[in-house]
């Protein structure tokens, strides 16, 4: 029954604080260096597994390393010391709508956007309805996405991203997107993602909402690990530090 | 396969991905290139949909604006250059060819097309960096793809010349058509290489498009674009040896796009084999600057969400 989906070894990332970075040949030159930096380790020999099919927090300070460490799972930033083992297809909803063209219809962007994503053409033909749908712009299509106003935009762009139908979600605080009916669908189809046996790893400052939503939790605090479990007790040593 | 074998496919890439989801493993996984490579050919063809669909949207002629450049600058060349300066290039041989903006567009296309990938190439990294930031996907795409749309237009363009090439007389010039279609692969893989090597230097050092603008603009009066490479020899037999028995000419030709440019007037105005020598420069230019801007991007291509 406990599959683990996400595996997490030992993970270290490391940051070049600049204090001068050289950005233009004359001042590198001038200077005789590219930059000055200081190491900043962000993440600090992070290990634990998230099991299959559950739905997984992470939760900490500004700055603890949360979302550098769903960065990591995401493949955008690379650990610098240990790995990370993701088992079947991840999909990241780190900012959405980006790569939309605003010359382009919402029909063209759908599919440039869901092959930016990782879907084929057949996959994003089968989904379009419902991705149209979901989003709730369907009078709009066929209008290029520069005259959306920004509420549309983030819709049409989260209902792509979430028809990706990965086995492993990956979430970074933008559940809060669109007016209340468009995020009770959300809301809805994270549970639905949950019935249907998916893993979501979710970043977000709202305990409330997390500890009601999320299995299990893990507490970040200045790149380290504190706490891995149930949400009560993690979110419970959280407060007691930082109030 | 392609359309048939999606569902399989998919299984195949999500299994696959799982096993070899680790660090490292893309840069000695071969297994990993490929499912990669799958991935990688639709987002490819979307995103070229995309710099094509979205560049001339809202203009009246559209596409068309495309061909606009080239036949401006061709009629302001062969003004200056033709009728003023009174440049005549040798004519066509075998084909017979005698005209000026003809001669012209056989080497002032590739130079444009391989211009433009540069250049374009070059800025397309920072160009996405909200998406570099955001979304995981090959980075690479973005650079093939924007040279993708280029020589879409390229293509478009040689067409024309070559329809103006037969209305011209020189009908031979279908015959050496799959011959001209290998060259203009060879060049765009010596530009795509070029591409992913500044792509790169230009996140580090912003300078790097302004510099390389200023080099390609020089570059193209350093290549035998709109003046025959005759002119320069004579100008070498009148000065001589430089040193140690090397000729200005020999320096000039040091240019790669030289090779290129002197292969493509051989097979569109001449219609005739290129010499043995520039067909071996060109096709080991582009492996080994196509394999060298690999390589280096290879090498970058996990920074760059940090580094931009």
Not at chain 1, 83 to 92: D, L, N, P, Q, Y
Not at chain 2, 170 to 177: H, I, Q
Not at chain 2, 246 to 260: A, T
Not at chain 2, 275 to 291: P, R
Request: aromatic content about 10%; proline content about 3%; overall charge neutral.
């Amino acid at each position: 029954m406990t599959d683990v989906a996400v595996q997490i070894d030992q993970v270290s990332k490391k940051f070049r604080l600049y204090k001068e970075r050289n950005q233009s040949l004359k001042s590198a030159i001038m200077r005789g260096r590219k930059s000055v930096h200081e190491d900043f380790w962000a993440l600090k020999d992070i290990s634990f597994d998230i099991n299959a099919g559950e739905t997984f927090g992470l939760v900490g300070d500004n700055g603890s390393g949360k979302s550098t460490l769903l960065k990591c799972m995401a493949q955008i930033l690379y650990p610098d010391k240990g790995s990370i083992a993701m088992k079947g297809r991840v999909a990241a909803l780190l900012e959405v709508g980006s790569g939309f063209h605003p010359e382009l219809s919402g029909r063209e962007n759908i599919f440039l956007n869901g092959s930016i994503l990782g879907m084929s053409k057949q996959e994003i033909i089968a989904k379009f309805d419902s991705i149209v749908d979901f989003s709730g712009v369907s009078e709009f299509i066929d209008q290029p996405v520069k005259n959306y106003s920004s509420g549309m935009y983030v819709r049409l762009g989260f209902s792509v991203a979430i028809h990706v139908d990965p086995d492993i979600l990956l979430v970074d605080e933008v559940l809060a997107v669109g007016d209340e009916t468009f995020q009770q669908k959300c809301a809805d189809k994270f549970v639905e993602f949950r019935r249907e046996g998916k893993t979501v790893i979710i970043v977000s400052h709202a305990l409330g909402t997390m500890m009601t939503m999320c299995d299990r939790l893990a507490w970040l605090n200045h790149g380290e690990l504190q706490k891995v479990g149930e949400p009560e007790s993690v979110v419970a040593a959280y407060r007691s530090i930082a109030h | 396969m392609g359309a048939g074998g999606t569902d399989a496919d998919t299984g195949h890439c999500i299994l696959v991905e799982a096993v070899t989801r680790r660090r490292n493993v893309f840069r000695d996984g071969s297994v990993a290139v490929s499912t990669e490579f799958k991935r990688s050919r639709e987002l490819f063809v979307n995103l070229t949909q995309r710099e094509l669909k979205g560049k001339y949207k809202r203009t009246v002629l559209g596409q068309l604006w495309s061909l606009a450049n080239p036949l401006a600058l061709m009629l302001v060349y062969t003004f200056v250059f033709a009728f003023i300066f009174r440049i005549a290039p040798p004519v066509g041989s075998p084909s017979g060819l005698d005209a000026f903006p003809l001669w012209l567009l056989c080497g002032l296309l590739p130079w444009i097309f391989f211009s433009n990938v540069v250049q374009q190439g070059m800025g397309v990294l920072l160009a996405n960096e909200g998406l570099i930031k955001k979304v995981y996907f090959p980075r690479n795409v973005l650079i093939f793809s924007s040279a993708a749309s280029i020589a879409v237009n390229w293509g478009i363009e040689m067409l024309v010349l070559v329809i103006a090439l037969m209305i011209a007389g020189a009908y031979g010039v279908l015959l050496w058509m799959p011959i001209v279609i290998l060259f203009m692969l060879l060049l765009a893989i010596f530009a795509v290489g070029i591409a992913l090597m500044l792509s790169i230097a230009n996140v580090h050092f912003r300078d790097t498009q302004y510099f390389v603008g200023i080099i390609l603009q020089l570059g193209m009066y350093l290549t035998p674009v709109i003046y025959p490479i005759t002119l320069v020899q004579s100008l070498s037999d009148d000065v001589g040896n430089l040193v140690a028995g090397i000729s200005l000419v020999d320096l000039y030709r040091l240019n790669p796009m030289e090779r290129f440019l002197s292969a493509f007037r051989s097979l569109l105005y001449d219609n005739a084999w290129p010499t043995l020598g520039d067909t071996i420069a060109c096709i080991l230019l582009a492996a080994i600057v196509f394999a060298l801007g690999w390589v280096v991007f290879r090498r970058n291509e996990r920074k760059l969400a940090e580094i931009l």
